[in-house]
């Protein structure tokens, strides 16, 4: 609520203004002051009414100030007047004379040296329910917002921001806002007239007995019988009216019909433009209320308003150590939504003893503060943030690098019938313990999973981060954990200078590269007590080693001393400025916390037996394999009592052809994997299985929509087929069981669907492959079986192949966007259900950008559309979709982009011995401005209608490996350092290739933006 009010209707005229001017003042102006005067009081607004003969006073004056008012200024640029501040001072029109209004009462609350700082001072005083601000709380006062000015200095010459709450955002909890209501009169308000034939509308008097005011009533009307002005709620008012009153405060009201009726009048005013001099009328429509007649007063009701209850702050607050928690408790109280726990983490003690202070730290301002930066060391810091809690507790995460904490709890919101001050509890500290106490992994061990087919580290579950390190061929180097253990000393130069050295920094490049080569690490969580997640190189022996840490710890102030000491050459210059060389011993004793090593462990991988998956045809047995950490795989099969090998393969797919129909084949398959580095081959055991070739071919069934009610099916031709048959079923068809009691299904029941199939048709000639279905029904989803028999001897069998139909209009499929010069052709697949089609789509230039701000539309008959007319380099992205004769639309396909350069072709790749690599060269693409190759192992997959191959493969490198076996393959970044990017038509490719394997290259052309622009299959190379 609002706690002041301010303003007066009186009898009385307003200024009268000709040509801008005052030409004749109002009877309520005092021309001394330069105020208008009511009765004792002055104003500084005079306003006209809906009322003729009564104006509308207010900006009451609290005090008038006559001559200097810089006595009255603060050092935050306020105004003190009479123990009360103000955020400005009012000119009166007289000279000399200035005045201030409840308006500009404000309470200020501090300064912040920046806008972010004033922000954050805000939020601290706010009441908040989780998110939402519910109120502010200052100094025992309640506001419904908080602000800030900014105020220039000039004696530091900085602007201050000065926080403070305007005396009319105040609110109070002892204060109610209480609402009015009655039920309206019964009369037939849409049909009343008065004696003059006008439509007579009802509004409402309302009347509290003590003087007590009732806001929310904006009508204005005269009471003919004394002369008074009175306020009413009109016929279109859209909220209650509503008193305001104290704590136990007990107020009578009473409410009557006002009819009346409304005249309306237009005003004109005129205006002033100062931009260019010129006047302006602004007309408007004014409403006069005029009463005709009252109703009878309602009967009196009294009400009593009752008083929140204040809560107390919080008391009780303790700290604990709990693991790596800190267990903050507090009393319960009744009446509490949520409390609001205020904490600091610091790495060293902080002057901190009661709110005040730990409120100087916390907002990072004042003496303390203050103190605390100027005298602060390298290494000190410390942190602030805030939790929310339901309960009368909360658990914070223990920063070791942080150990010192404070913390204070405040009620943040209240439950209905309560109310809270704000204040913070007690401060409450504790030490955490830190460094030197960190748990060690403990037995550390492999083990077998999955019947001994995988392998996983395990280890005692711990409540820590956990980094285990895998040594390769138990090569162990020096400071193997130098990147998470961020160690770093200080030393002295020749001339007296400390400086700081990283342990990274002192370590020989033949250290690093040596870490890099053998090291690897994985950081996981403790808890968890395994980790399976590591790949190794099957046939070579690992060891494994695991640590816990502590991230947030970056500091052994407690230990002080190093955990390595280290020798440095370090350049030295004397006075003289001779420059010598010199080995320092520096003791690196700053780093991340970090446990002993737990034991260590050994494992060697071996290669996995490859998982098989099989399809049979009539002449064709198709090998599948699951993709890993395989080079390849080795594939022989029984030719009279001996297994030969039939294929060597690096692909996951292999295909055994020109087989004889119904006959079994008996296999063995092994995987195998390529060390470059070792130059050796490490082999899985084998896997046998025996698979029969089928007597007919396998069948494909497809199905098209015909017309709006027909579907034709077609399907491959089975040779030895004596019959087909087709069977149907539709979404509807379906018989539904309810079965309650189904595991995990809760309370519900769970619904079982079977699907009724009948026979729809019967063809008994081999060589028919097509069916057209008739009669079928809007909107319905319909799903074809066709079951083509044989005989395998004396036994009939059959094969079957499904599809699904849908019979209404649906999103156009198989989209196909073909660059034809400087135009774009767009085709689709025709719907039965289309009456036309709607093309969406975006023109970008060459460095795709949007040559418009909006798509493109067009509307066509057919299945088909040129784009038309563009420039060297562009190209557009494209959708469709489909409408009936209702203009009822489908949904839009996915989009596709267009490519704007023409195939790369010619592609060839040639295995060079000179150079130790593979030579891919291709011919120019017109426009292109680079190429990017990609190698792959996996045979590249057609699509058929854009006439383009992908496969999942690496960009080729310009350098590779040496000698120590470090991985780090190097890209060609030949255009403008774009990754990957080749600016002429040749490349090598200097990976260190795997013996045996097979190699796909691919060449990608790009534009002068980088987006790729055209990818085709190259020839394939073996090595």
Known sequence: MNRFQNGVIAAGTTDEIAGFKITKRSNFWDKTVGLYKYENNYYGQCSGTDIDGFVNLYNKAEAILKGNTDKYQDAYGMYRVNGKTYRALRSCDATGYHYVTEGDEITEITVSDSSENAKKRIDEYAVKNDTQVLYYSYNGHFYKQLTYESVYDSASKKYKYVVYANAYEEISFEKTYVKISWNPVNNDTATMKNKAGDMMKVGYEVVCDGNTKVYNMPGLFLDASDGTVHEMITSDAARLPYVILNSGQQVSVKVRAVYYHEVTSNKQEVYWNWNDNSQYIIESKQTKYVVDMYGKWSDTYTYKNYSLKKLSPVTGTKVSEKGKEMSVTWNAQNGVDHYRVYYLRSSKPLNITNIESFLQFYNKRGTLYDAYVNAKGENDSYETDSEYASDPYCNITIDSGLPYFYCSVRLESAEEGYFSDGSYSDVITATASINGNIPTVKNLKIEKTYNGDDWQLSWTPIDADVVIYVFEEGKKPAHYNYELLNAYGYYTDGQGQQKKLYLKDALTELESKEISSYVRSYKVKGIDGSYSAISLKPGVKYTFVAHTYDAGSSLYNIQKKPVFTVNKEIKVTDAQKNQTYKNISVGMTYYTAMSPASNMVS?????????????????????????????????????????????????????????????????????????????????????????????????????????????????????????????????????????????????????????????????????????????????????????????????????????????????????????????????????????????RYMVYDKYGEEKTVAEKYVTVKKNKYTIKGLSSGEYVNVSVRAYNSKKEYSGWSSSKESTSLAAVKSIKAVYDTKKNAVKITWKKVKGAKYYKVVRSVYTPLCNTDEKLYAATGNLIAKDSNDETGYYSEVHYREYYGEDGSITGTAAYDRARLKKGVKYYYMVSAYGEKGTRIASYMTSEYGT
């Open 603 to 839: 494992y060697t991988d071996k290669v996995s037996v490859p998982r098989v998956y099989t399809k049979a045809g009539k002449n064709s047995i198709k090998l599948s394999f699951t993709r890993g950490s395989y080079t390849g795989y080795e594939i022989y099969r029984l030719s009279g009592k001996k297994y030969k090998k039939i294929a060597t393969t690096t692909d996951y797919v292999y295909t055994d052809q020109n087989l004889k129909a119904g006959t079994k084949y008996s296999y063995k398959v092994r995987s195998y994997y390529y060390d470059p580095d070792r130059k050796t081959k490490s082999y899985s055991i084998y896997k046998n299985f025996t698979v029969s070739t089928s007597r007919v071919n396998n069948i494909v069934l497809k199905v098209a929509k015909n017309s709006k009610n027909t579907v034709k099916l077609t399907w491959t031709k089975v040779g030895s087929a004596t019959k087909y048959e087709i069977y149907r079923t539709s979404e509807s068809d379906k018989d539904i069981t309810e079965i309650s009691g189904w595991i995990n299904s809760g309370n519900s029941a769970v619904t079982v669907e079977n699907t009724k199939y009948e026979l729809v048709k019967t063809i008994t000639n081999a060589k028919t492959t097509t069916y057209t279905d008739k009669k079928l029904k809007f909107g319905e989803s319909y799903t074809y079986l066709i079951c083509a028999y044989y005989k395998d001897g004396k036994t009939l069998k059959y094969i079957t192949a499904s599809t699904r139909v849908k019979m209404q209009l649906e999103e156009p499929r198989n989209l196909v966007l073909t660059n034809k010069g400087k135009n774009v052709s767009v085709k689709w697949d025709a719907d039965k259900y289309a009456a036309g089609y709607q093309i």
